[in-house]
């Protein structure tokens, strides 16, 4: 079975900054695909980005940007620039390739943007 | 185009009552999931369809619950003798089909309260 790790609960960082969010994952499949979603409190998920396992190539999605390291199963989304909108709580998740396309979310990060 | 929509936004109910959850997702989405995001927790997988068929359903906790789908378009969850354990957010996802690249869209959940 698959699992995710978000160990930090909460973060803060003030505006115009740049954050870094963790994520670990543990699996023994080779292709996989990796996504950071965000929650804000409409609680409407929405796809931040997405990294697929076979891609060396860091994702990366205007202010948004991912280090994927597949050796240490470690895949951090860092957001430059930070802005208000972006505070939300932070879910990473794991996807299998093949037929099961169910999403393995981690516990999520809170993030505050403080003006 | 409109996205995934979910119907009640919010529930209330006593414990030991059937309620039923109702998701409707963006037209043309082959494939629906449900998950299960309990407080403080990232989003848990329940059940996801293909088409009319439930292809897997491994996530459900138990026979209480149950979902369908048939016309392979709005489905519903159902939850029978409701428990107060089974007070969480209810979160619908649709993608095009169940295939490794795509993206699942979710929708703004249920919020349920067993009281």
């Known amino acids: 079975a698959q699992t995710v790790t978000q160990s930090q609960p909460e973060m803060s960082v003030q505006e115009a900054e740049t954050v870094t969010l963790s994520c670990t994952y543990d699996t023994s499949e080779n292709n996989y695909y990796l996504f950071w979603y965000k929650q804000p409190p409409s609680r409407q998920m929405i796809l931040v980005i997405r990294q697929e396992a076979y891609k060396q190539q860091n994702a990366t999605e205007n202010r948004f940007s991912v280090n994927f390291q597949k050796a240490a199963k470690s895949f951090s989304l860092k957001i430059s620039d930070s802005q208000l909108g972006d505070t939300a709580m932070y879910f990473c998740a794991f996807k299998r390739t093949g037929a099961n396309s169910k999403l393995t979310f981690g516990k999520g990060i809170t993030l505050s943007v403080r003006p | 185009g409109a996205g995934v929509s979910q119907t009640p936004s919010n529930k209330v109910t006593e414990k030991g009552k059937y309620v039923e959850l109702r998701c409707d997702p963006i037209s043309g989405h082959t494939a629906l999931y449900w998950y299960r995001q309990s407080l403080g927790q990232g989003p848990e997988f329940l059940i996801y369809?293909?088409?009319?068929?439930?292809?897997?359903d491994s996530g459900l906790p138990n026979d209480r619950f149950f979902a369908v789908r048939p016309e392979g378009s709005v489905s519903t969850l159902k939850i029978q003798r409701t428990e107060r354990g089974d007070s969480a957010v209810y979160l619908c996802?649709?993608?095009?089909?169940?295939?490794?690249?795509?993206?699942?869209?979710f929708g703004p959940g249920t919020r349920l309260l067993v009281l």
């Open positions: 369809f293909q088409g009319t068929g439930a292809a897997d």
């Open positions: 996802a649709s993608s095009r089909q169940a295939g490794d690249s795509e993206t699942q869209y």
